[in-house]
């Protein structure tokens, strides 16, 4: 979309648009990495890197820690922050993170996940971190960069390794980089100071407050999920108060039902509504939490007697069909009116990930990033929301209806 919305500015004939790259970083790093070794790199499963870490551990007889600690520690610090050394584990900064370990802790621990780098290694497999890191390396000694500017959406999602490989790969120099994001859509990324990284953003930033895109009753709405004010670890804030849309729309429709049939023929008849209306099925999208409810959404799009859509990663057109995904799959995408459904209580938050959490700190992180998936997916619509679960439902639909009292 941003690509195809490039080209409308500048117009298709100037020489300009060509020398533009629109992608995301890890299809910039893919290609560069390509670029400098000669093969694509190949990226461990989540369930490769689960099976070496319950592995290592087993091998270096920790087995007190539990797996689940193991698996946030390497993901969210050691990998994160590609930590190659014991003497680095013992002072990296552990922000966000609960559990205060002691030096003589992170030696215990330093041979577990030594072991898993080197099993990664032996299997020809690595982890995009990894990748990033290495073309960090490379990319910090060269004097020629591959790009002079760099704009990079949805910034809030960023990591370590992301951050550090986007300032490699541009010139040094004032304007050089250019971030826009939403704190509020933070939904892939434990925060992390972009300042001891050297990307210093104080004192010149500023906050957007005219929105264009979604109606004034879905934004406020939505806006409830949130809190008023917003910090990051550097202590920059975002008052999302104040901010006005430049159109009304109807109020949200919040449903709660008593099984899931009883909800997937509401949202069918709420999808047959809005045709009728005139909506095209292009312009109407069906959003579930995980991949496991999307038969849901499948399944009420086929009640108002459309074929559904499916989204994924690829770059596909939908057609004159109603698409479905998963939240994640929602960002970035606009529709005239979106259906959030299966929204029931073990489900968002999402239970697999409220399970695995390894400390307080990190659950607290889990339930807001569930909450800024479903703001995420509520602001794709522009002028309709409906919004439903199975009862009792989650507990963020109740902050989704107007403020009590």
């Given at each position: 979309?941003?690509?195809?919305?490039?080209?409308?500015?500048?117009?298709?004939?100037?020489?300009?648009?060509?020398?533009?790259?629109?992608?995301?970083?890890?299809?910039v790093a893919e290609e560069l990495y390509q670029l400098a070794t000669g093969r694509r790199p190949h990226i461990?499963?989540?369930e490769l890197i689960r099976s070496i870490i319950g592995k290592a551990a087993e091998a270096n007889g920790v087995t007190e820690i539990p797996l689940r600690f193991l698996i946030s520690e390497w993901t969210n610090v050691i990998d994160a922050w590609q930590?190659?050394?014991?003497?680095?584990?013992?002072?990296?900064?552990?922000?966000?993170?609960?559990?205060?370990?002691?030096?003589?802790?992170?030696?215990?621990?330093?041979p577990v996940f030594q072991a898993i780098r080197e099993s990664l290694a032996q299997r020809g497999v690595t982890t995009w971190p990894q990748v990033l890191r290495k073309l960090t390396?490379?990319?910090?000694?060269?004097?020629?960069?591959?790009?002079?500017?760099?704009?990079?959406?949805?910034?809030?999602?960023?990591?370590?390794?992301?951050?550090?490989?986007?300032?490699?790969?541009?010139?040094?120099?004032?304007?050089?980089?250019?971030?826009a994001g939403d704190l509020g859509q933070r939904i892939f990324q434990q925060p992390f100071s972009w300042l001891t990284l050297g990307v210093d953003v104080r004192g010149r930033s500023q906050m957007l407050k005219v929105n264009y895109r979604t109606s004034h009753q879905i934004r406020e709405a939505a806006d409830r999920l949130l809190p008023q004010v917003?910090?990051?670890?550097?202590?920059?804030?975002?008052?999302?108060?104040?901010?006005?849309?430049?159109?009304?729309?109807?109020?949200?429709?919040?449903g709660r039902f008593e099984s899931p049939d009883a909800e997937i023929a509401a949202v069918g008849e709420w999808v047959a509504a809005a045709l009728s209306d005139g909506f095209a099925p292009s312009e109407i999208g069906v959003f579930v939490r995980d991949r496991v409810q999307l038969d849901r959404a499948r399944a009420a799009v086929?009640?108002?007697?459309?074929?559904?859509?499916?989204?994924?990663?690829?770059?596909?057109?939908?057609?004159?069909?109603?698409?479905?995904?998963?939240?994640?799959?929602?960002?970035?995408?606009?529709?005239?009116?979106?259906?959030?459904?299966?929204c029931d209580d073990d489900v968002l938050p999402l239970q697999g990930r409220v399970a695995a959490v390894a400390d307080e700190v990190e659950l607290?992180?889990?339930?807001?990033?569930?909450r800024q998936l479903l703001y995420?997916?509520?602001?794709?619509?522009?002028?309709?929301?409906?919004?439903?679960?199975?009862?009792?439902?989650?507990?963020?639909?109740?902050?989704?209806?107007?403020?009590k009292g």
């Open positions: 979309m941003l690509e195809r919305k490039l080209k409308v500015l500048p117009g298709q004939d100037l020489p300009i648009v060509p020398r533009i790259t629109v992608t995301a970083f890890h299809g461990a499963t989540p930590i190659d050394s014991e003497a680095a584990y013992a002072s990296v900064p552990r922000l966000g993170r609960k559990n205060r370990m002691s030096v003589k802790q992170r030696a215990r621990l330093w390396t490379l990319y910090m000694g060269k004097a020629s960069k591959p790009f002079t500017h760099i704009v990079v959406d949805e910034a809030q999602d960023l990591g370590v390794a992301e951050l550090r490989f986007l300032a490699a790969i541009a010139p040094k120099g004032p304007d050089s980089l250019f971030f917003l910090r990051d670890v550097d202590g920059l804030e975002e008052r999302r108060t104040g901010t006005v849309s430049v159109f009304n729309g109807p109020d949200p429709v919040i086929k009640a108002a007697g459309q074929t559904p859509f499916v989204l994924s990663e690829r770059d596909e057109e939908s057609g004159n069909r109603v698409s479905i995904g998963t939240m994640h799959l929602a960002k970035g995408l606009e529709f005239k009116a979106v259906a959030v459904m299966a607290d992180d889990v339930y807001e990033t569930e995420v997916a509520c602001t794709r619509a522009r002028d309709r929301l409906l919004v439903s679960g199975v009862v009792p439902a989650s507990e963020f639909l109740d902050d989704l209806g107007p403020p």
